[in-house]
């Protein structure tokens, strides 16, 4: 089993601007901004599961992101 990253679609504020996880993940190209949805999305094939993405967001209080287990 591996963690990786996913986002709860009905929670992310991205529409609203916010970018806190796709700034602060270290691994290239891993969370993009959907334009069509307005949520961010995780590119599970690259995601290393370092949980820093559901630190930044639970730590503005959105609690959009989480790991999950594969
Ligand atoms: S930090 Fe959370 S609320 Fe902000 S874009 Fe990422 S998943 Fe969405
Ligand atoms: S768990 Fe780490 S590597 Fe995966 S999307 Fe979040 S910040 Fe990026």
């Given amino acids: 089993m591996y963690a990786v990253a996913e986002v709860v679609d009905e929670a992310c504020v991205a529409k609203k601007g916010c970018r806190l996880c796709i700034m602060y993940c270290p691994e290239a190209n891993t969370i993009l901004f959907n334009k069509e949805n307005q ?32």
């Fill in 39 to 70: 949520v961010a999305e995780v590119v599970e094939q690259r995601c290393k599961g370092c949980e820093l993405c559901v630190v930044v967001c639970s730590s503005a209080k959105h609690n959009a992101i989480r790991l999950v287990h594969r």
